[in-house]
């Protein structure tokens, strides 16, 4: 099992016969992705060819849908084109999408996200690094040869910290790895997340990485407190911030204590959440609670 994706997705890459999409459409077949069309209203009808595997071009997302049965699209557009890409994908009905592209205007993406949600499309992103199910499906640019299928389920603002935890527990596995993007704006959020592990039998504990700025991580602590029963380690990023400084992520503002890495550890560990202080004593910390788990089972 795993949470939406497997490998039964049939994705869609808006953006494909671009740099950036070809690179990783050929990585996304790679990893076993079933990439069954690309979407370029000026190569309508094209076809190409990625090592063993040719993929035909489709002038919009309804004809790829109608063409193949895809239910999964991945956006490689220029930030001006976002909206429009993703309000199509919406339009013709797609289930899952999952938007790339960093820089998009923020009113654009809230347009785009109210829109998806109307049309019961789900957004994962933007700026993002997209999702992947380990061994079945890859939907983004995360790399799939850095761990492999297991039973952690893991939700991150940071593309780089879900890398680098992914590396870090590659000897256990992970069923299902979202990276949900760090912009103020998201389709997809921690608590969206945290449901759908929870209800996935396949998936022991979650790992929520957060980052300074905003309250998404004190909402997902109080979910958590109310709603999830399996484990959950989390690791907030930004520690070591010098207050008043904008970081890198478009959703990392501080204001006064609220927002700051220390008050979202503080209300994660209220909720029974346990918070690593880096990357690394996060990863201990997940294999310590599996340990302590296994043998509440087995004892």
């Known amino acids: 099992m795993a949470i939406y994706l497997t490998k039964e997705s049939k994705v869609l890459v808006q953006g494909m016969t671009g740099g950036e999409g070809m690179k990783h459409t050929r990585r996304m077949l790679a990893a076993g992705t079933n990439v069954v069309g690309g979407v370029n209203p000026r190569k ?163 790992v929520l990485i957060g980052e300074i700025g905003g309250d998404a991580e004190e909402r997902a602590a109080a979910y958590v407190r109310e709603h999830v029963t399996k484990p959950v380690v989390g690791y907030i990023a930004g520690f070591t911030a010098p207050e008043g400084r904008t970081m890198g992520h478009a959703g990392a503002i501080v204001s006064g204590s609220s927002g700051t890495a220390q008050a979202k550890k503080e209300a994660l560990e209220a909720a029974g959440v346990r918070v690593g202080g880096t990357p690394t004593e996060t990863a201990k910390l997940v294999l310590a609670r599996l340990e302590e788990q296994r043998s509440v089972t087995h004892g």
């Not at 040719?54 to 930030?79: C, K, Q, Y």
């Not at 069923?175 to 949900?180: A, L, Q």
């Open 44 to 206: 309508a009808g094209a076809t190409v060819d990625f090592d063993e595997r040719t993929v035909p071009v489709f002038g919009t997302v309804a004809e790829g849908i109608h063409a193949t049965g895809a239910d999964v699209t991945v956006a490689f557009v220029p930030p001006a084109f976002a909206k429009a890409a993703v309000v199509e994908a919406a339009d013709a009905g797609i289930g899952l999408a999952v938007v790339i592209t960093e820089g998009i205007p923020v009113h654009d993406s809230v347009a785009f996200t109210t829109y998806a949600k109307e049309k019961g499309t789900r957004i994962i992103g933007p700026n993002c690094p997209g999702l992947i199910t380990p061994g079945q499906s890859n939907a983004g640019i995360i790399p799939a040869d850095i761990t492999k299928p297991g039973r952690i389920g893991l939700v991150s603002k940071s593309g780089t910290l879900t890398y680098q935890l992914m590396y870090e527990l590659r000897d256990i596995g992970f069923s299902t790895c979202v990276g949900i993007g760090g912009d103020p704006v998201m389709g997809t959020t921690h608590i969206d997340c945290l449901a759908a592990f929870q209800d996935d039998p396949d998936t022991e504990l979650i």
